[in-house]
């Protein structure tokens, strides 16, 4: 037995032997589990912590490399087999496939240049990429040295990048001259050298050549990446050993939106979020090698961080990577690609799978699927028309669907179900991971005993790849998750247990939107909107939306009321997209001449999300409102 398959969780009795295992004695748990992972020296100390801080330390002493445990460890079994397979944008151009060895040397050759470029063990570089193998590579090149890779997704402004570049205080950029989305093809460097005129930490930007034209080049600062890694190839210095780092050196950072204005650089650890990527990745989509893997996720997202790049490398199985949209050039795309590549397992978000839903039968028919072994969802709640359509058309009534609840900040899967070990039942997660302890409390903090429950879903003890700090600011970390319930971290869901203890997660309780499965604060969003000069306050809030889960309805006050609302509309999206990135734009505007507040001047969002619904019936309790015309005001010109 391979100290992988020792992981592997293979029938409902075991996971109850595990679960209970883990919770009993959850270091002996883990310390036995972390000998799955390739240590260059052991580790000394299981775990370390405490919630107050917080301060979290998994598997302390020892040394590792997140690079060498996904590709070196499996070269001399699996050298020659077939590690990332890559389906461009366009389906007429050709795919790409890299054997271990292949994406072995890729990222050695790409850690060599990183290295060359100045960057050193510790240095922050971004990511604002297109969904290109290098991305893959150059995020595992960035672990090869030590350096904490951040990706930023490719939708997001100059502003956006800005920002994140200036938080990390970034060393160096990797990005590509444009990507291609569907029909169109888009700019990234331009974007790049937008923010950069704002950032003064980035020394370096390499530049792959993806869609060719015209791309300008600053000479000090800018080089080509194709270029610069033949060179090193051609001189034989396409070399590079992996860095040992320390269990709890930060391997990536990934900002994310909160309830406040401004995005929150994710800390992840080295040696508990590869471990936690692993294990979970094994044991929730039961996977078997050379099984290929297709997640449609983008690597700018944790989903792509964790079951795109780490969980299927570090497990040595095989990972499809795809440039384009689901939808383009027909909505039989995910259909076409599970075909021509023999895809087992796929992995997508509700979003898609409604979206597909509403393209009709017509994009399935003359597609096998026969491949297909096991289904996944995630990023929202799954509606039961979308699970049952997934379940009869993709997985033809009989594949298991894993409905996998998670976070950015718990590096991977929490509470699912595991394909066909463990019980599906459409809507709900159902139960935790082995060594994850959930808990409802009520409004005061409580925590609810009882089987059958509904309350904010917390988890009261370590597992090792949760968030270890948000960068530059350990006191927003501890603020954001540990102090509304101290003693647990606060995941910021809504959630219902059964009597059978299966967990059934209804969506956010604070101000975080979940846009198409994309995450967005409805304070940065104001902030955004109130940039626009004619602006004097809005209020953001979501409601339901067939597509998209959650649709964005903003309410805006405006300085002179617009004499051609369409412009003013655009004027704000515009902003919005200028500030942020296209997916934060609002579905709907309504200009108001006020907002419902309270004598202390909070806005009522609580109103403004029943009118948003449609539900003006049940307004709630409106006693404590300001001036309650302004409430028949917003009604009567709802949208
Ligand atoms: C939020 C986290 C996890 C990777 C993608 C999103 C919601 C996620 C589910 C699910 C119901 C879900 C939660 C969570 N969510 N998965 N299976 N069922 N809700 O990562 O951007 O960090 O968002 O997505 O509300 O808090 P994220």
């Known amino acids: 037995m391979t100290q992988l398959d020792s992981l592997r969780i293979k029938s409902l009795e075991s996971y109850h032997r595990e679960y209970d295992l883990s919770v009993q004695d959850p270091k002996k748990f883990w310390a036995d589990k972390a000998k799955s992972l390739e240590w260059f020296t052991p580790?000394?100390?299981?775990?370390?912590?405490?919630?107050?801080?917080?301060?979290?330390?998994?598997?302390?002493g020892g040394t590792l490399n997140a690079s060498y445990n996904c590709l070196d460890r499996h070269l001399a079994e699996h050298g020659d087999e077939e590690a990332l397979v890559w389906e461009p944008n366009d389906p007429t151009s050709p795919t790409r496939h890299y054997t271990y060895r292949e994406l072995h040397a890729e990222v050695e050759a790409t850690a060599a240049l990183l290295k060359?470029?100045?960057?050193?063990?510790?240095?922050?570089?971004?990511?604002?990429?297109?969904m290109v193998p290098e991305l893959a590579i150059g995020v595992l090149a960035c672990t090869r040295i030590g350096a904490i890779h951040s990706v930023i997704f490719g939708g997001f402004s100059a502003q956006s990048i800005a920002d994140r570049v200036n938080d990390a205080q970034a060393v160096a950029i990797l990005t590509c001259d444009g990507a291609y989305r569907g029909a169109k093809s888009i700019p990234l460097k331009s974007v790049v050298d937008q923010a950069l005129e704002q950032c003064t930490s980035v020394q370096r930007v390499l530049v792959l050549k993806h869609i060719g034209g015209d791309c300008p080049m600053n000479t000090n600062r800018d080089r080509d990446w194709l270029e610069k890694l033949n060179a090193l190839k051609k001189e034989g210095r396409a070399h590079c050993?992996?860095?040992?780092?320390n269990s709890e050196d930060p391997l990536f950072i990934l900002?994310?939106?909160?309830?406040?204005?401004?995005?929150?650089g994710?800390?992840?650890?080295?040696a508990g979020y590869l471990l936690w990527s692993q294990y979970t990745f094994l044991n929730v989509f039961q996977y078997q090698r050379p099984q290929l893997h297709f997640c449609t996720a983008d690597i700018g997202w944790i989903t792509g961080h964790s079951y795109i790049v780490y969980g299927p490398l570090l497990v040595g199985g095989r990972t499809l990577m795809f440039e384009g949209i689901p939808t383009w050039p027909d909505a039989g795309r995910f259909w076409d690609i599970v075909d021509k590549h023999t895809v087992d397992i796929l992995y997508t978000a509700p979003t898609a799978i409604r979206s597909l839903m509403a393209c009709g039968l017509e994009p399935l028919q003359s597609k096998s699927l026969a491949s297909l072994k096991v289904l996944g969802t995630v990023g929202e709640p799954i509606n039961a028309e979308a699970w049952h359509w997934y379940h009869e058309h993709i997985g033809k009534s009989e594949l298991p669907i894993v409905d996998t609840?998670?976070?950015?900040?718990?590096?991977?899967?929490?509470?699912?179900?595991?394909?066909?070990?463990?019980e599906a039942v459409p809507t709900f997660a159902t139960l935790p991971l082995p060594g994850i302890q959930p808990v409802l409390v009520d409004e005061n903090g409580q925590i609810l005993e009882a089987a059958e429950a509904r309350g904010n879903l917390c988890i009261r003890y370590p597992w090792p790849g949760m968030i270890r700090s948000t960068w530059g600011d350990h006191e927003r970390c501890r603020q954001t998750y540990f102090s509304t319930y101290p003693g647990l971290y606060f995941t910021g869901d809504g959630c219902n247990r059964n009597a059978q203890g299966q967990y059934r997660i209804t969506g956010r309780v604070d101000d975080v939107l979940n846009v198409s499965g994309h995450r967005i604060g409805t304070a940065e969003l104001e902030n955004a909107i109130n940039q626009h000069p004619n602006v004097v306050e809005s209020a953001v809030v979501g409601y339901p939306h067939d597509i998209k889960g959650q649709g964005i309805y903003a309410y805006i006050i405006c300085q002179s009321l617009p004499v051609e609302s369409g412009t003013a509309r655009k004027a704000i999206l515009d902003t919005v997209s200028h500030l942020i990135g296209p997916i934060a734009k609002p579905d709907k505007i309504q200009f108001v001449s006020g907002l419902p507040k309270t004598r202390s001047g909070k806005i009522m969002r609580r109103i403004l999300r029943k009118i948003a619904e449609g539900e003006w019936e049940q307004l709630g309790d409106t006693s404590t409102l300001l001036d309650p015309t302004v409430v028949q005001d917003i009604m009567q010109s709802r949208l």
């Open 116 to 130: 060359e470029m100045g960057v050193s063990k510790g240095d922050r570089v971004c990511l604002y990429m297109g």
């Open 255 to 264: 900002y994310t939106s909160g309830s406040t204005g401004k995005p929150k």
């Open 43 to 60: 580790f000394q100390e299981v775990l370390n912590w405490n919630f107050q801080e917080p301060q979290v330390r998994w598997f302390e």
């Open 405 to 422: 609840w998670w976070q950015t900040e718990t590096g991977g899967i929490l509470i699912s179900n595991l394909a066909g070990v463990t």
């Open 241 to 245: 050993p992996a860095e040992p780092m």
């Open 266 to 270: 994710v800390v992840h650890s080295t």
